[in-house]
């Protein structure tokens, strides 16, 4: 059964450094979002492309964090630096496409630690 | 704005009981609605969705859920719950994009 893949599962790092994390959508999904988890939270979007192409990115704070998905296959979402706040787990989902009607399929996320 | 409320932060449930967790939304239009499941240190599992149509939805692992438009509800049901169902339980709304709007979650405890 196809699945999203993310990397790593787990990363520890400290205040001001900078962290990457990956995500591989299932193939041919188009839609691909990231999510952040805060402990005790539901997840809360940050960015969502389609293909190459960012859809939605209101919510991402674009003074540390960034994302790319160049061939509009895999992606990385990036922080630098990061911050004792950004400790969560990042969540990565795809989709066929953006339609209201697309189950979203989740991968296992990354926890992060910021110490 | 949308949003989703799940009143219940934790309920634990003896094994064999029938199981309901909560959950009301704030949406204008007609709602798509979600519950998944999340295991510790694990993404989140589809459980069952409501697009249209009868409002009383089935899912896997034997979940069910009703969609009440008069009371803004979308309750999560179990007829008898299992010592693997313990996990976190989120419902969700698809918001004015398609990004998910998602609740607090409620963790369920199953005792034995």
């Known amino acids: 059964e196809a699945e999203v893949a993310q990397s790593p599962r787990y990363k520890i790092t400290e205040k001001s450094q900078a962290v990457a994390f990956w995500c591989d959508p299932i193939?041919?999904?188009?839609?691909l979002y990231w999510y952040r988890q805060i402990l005790g939270q539901g997840p809360e979007l940050l960015v969502q492309?389609?293909?190459?192409?960012?859809?939605?990115d209101s919510q991402l704070p674009k003074d540390r964090f960034s994302a790319e998905r160049l061939k509009g296959v895999d992606s990385t979402l990036k922080i630098q630096p990061a911050e004792l706040g950004d400790s969560a787990m990042y969540l990565c989902?795809?989709?066929?496409?953006?339609?209201?009607?697309?189950?979203?399929?989740f991968g296992p996320g990354t926890r992060l630690t910021v110490l | 704005a949308q949003s989703v409320t799940q009143p219940d932060i934790h309920i634990t449930v003896s094994e064999g009981a029938s199981l309901e967790l909560r959950c009301n939304y704030s949406?204008?239009?007609?709602?798509?609605l979600f519950w998944y499941v999340q295991s510790p240190g694990q993404g989140l599992q589809l459980l069952l969705k409501?697009?249209?149509?009868?409002?009383l939805v089935q899912g896997i692992k034997g979940f069910e859920a009703e969609f009440k438009r008069s009371q803004s509800s979308f309750n999560l049901r179990k007829p008898s719950v299992h010592w693997s169902d313990a996990a976190e339980y989120f419902c969700?709304?698809?918001?004015?994009?398609?990004?998910?709007?998602f609740g607090k979650g409620t963790t369920l405890s199953v005792s034995s």
């Open positions: 409501y697009f249209s149509g009868d409002t």
């Open positions: 193939s041919g999904h188009a839609t």
């Open positions: 989902a795809s989709s066929l496409v953006g339609g209201s009607n697309n189950e979203q399929f």
């Open positions: 949406y204008g239009a007609t709602p798509y």
């Open positions: 492309f389609q293909d190459e192409s960012v859809v939605d």
């Open positions: 969700a709304v698809k918001g004015a994009g398609t990004a998910l709007i």
